[in-house]
Structures are given as C-alpha cells and as structure tokens.
C-alpha cells in the first residue's frame, strides 16, 4: 500500500531546534528506506521564513500496521518533532504506462 505522510512541526519555540538534533538520524533511517524501496519520495515543509516546518513523505508498506511501526520509531515522531501527523492512501501514477500510452 502506498501512503502519503503530511506530518506539520509542533508550535513549540524549541521543535527547530529539536528537529536538528534528530536530523542525522531521522536521514539515516530515510536512506536506509529508500534503498529497501520503502521511502517513494519526500522533503520538508516549509514555512514563509524558510524554515523547515513540517515533512511529506510518500512511501510504500505492505499494510497499515508497517506504516505505524515506522511512525513508532521515527525519530521525529518520538522526539515530538511532528505533532499535527495526517496519513493518507494513495495510488501512484505507472508513468512508463502512460509515457507508453502516449506514443
């Protein structure tokens, strides 16, 4: 199943602070996904000053109850980074099909 995490920062004057603290380990973890074809795409939120303020992740678990045990030991999510956390399913475009269809 495909999702798409749209995870906004917690208002707390210290989250930026805290989000860079668990940045090395929160892009560690994103590479290891990545490579294992779990992580589809993703990046920060940003907010009108340029801070980043949020994440949209779009990833790939086999259910629902893989998703959450990534959300569990997601860094971010523990470290209280994220606060306001919205999952939707979704469906990604085969574009080889369509690029094909178009020919």
């Not at 004057?13 to 994103?30: F, I």
């Amino acid at each position: 199943m495909q999702f798409v995490i749209v995870a906004r920062d917690n208002k707390a004057a210290d989250t930026l602070e805290r989000r860079l603290a668990a940045r090395a380990e929160h892009m560690e973890g994103v590479r290891r996904m990545k490579a294992d074809g779990q992580i589809i795409d993703g990046g920060a939120i940003l907010n009108a000053a340029g801070d980043m303020a949020g994440s949209v992740v779009l990833c790939e678990f086999r259910n629902r109850a893989e998703l959450d045990a990534y959300l569990y030991r997601e860094p971010y999510k523990r470290d209280k980074v994220w606060d306001d956390i919205e999952i939707i399913e979704f469906r990604r475009v085969d574009w080889q099909k369509l690029m094909v269809q178009r020919k």
